[in-house]
């Protein structure tokens, strides 16, 4: 059982920058894939970034690559998100996620096959 509990969000202006992050229950963190997803209102959740067990490979989704940059500390059981050049279009609630899928799976399936969820953090990017 994993218990995730994200924090940092909040309101940015445009070109702005915010790190969230996500700390997570449990001896087993380490043999978790973690990722980032996002929803807008009214639109469906879609997935962020991903980074490996070992923390070693990343995917990002098109649309924040060169911006946000994932990553994770096995030690103290937690997931970061570095979001930089934040983009009114980034606004959405964020949410953490842990499976035992590899990360390049977890980039692509259905993000309701994630094994573990956050309760979401809700981030605002006034243009």
């Known amino acids: 059982q994993v218990q995730l509990v994200e924090s940092g969000g909040g309101l940015v202006q445009a070109g702005g920058s915010l790190r969230l992050s996500c700390a997570a229950s449990g001896r087993t963190f380490s043999s978790y894939t973690m990722a980032w997803f996002r929803q807008a209102p009214g639109k469906e959740r879609e997935f962020v970034a991903a980074?490996?067990?070992?923390?070693?490979?990343?995917y990002y989704a098109d649309s924040v690559k060169g911006r946000f940059t994932i990553s994770r500390d096995n030690v103290k059981n937690m997931v970061y998100l570095q979001m930089n050049s934040l983009k009114p279009e980034d606004t959405a609630d964020y949410y953490c996620a842990a499976s035992m899928q590899g990360a390049v799976v977890v980039a692509r399936m259905d993000p309701s096959k994630n094994d573990y969820w956050g309760q979401g953090t809700q981030v605002t990017v006034s243009s």
């Open positions: 980074i490996s067990r070992t923390g070693i490979t990343t």
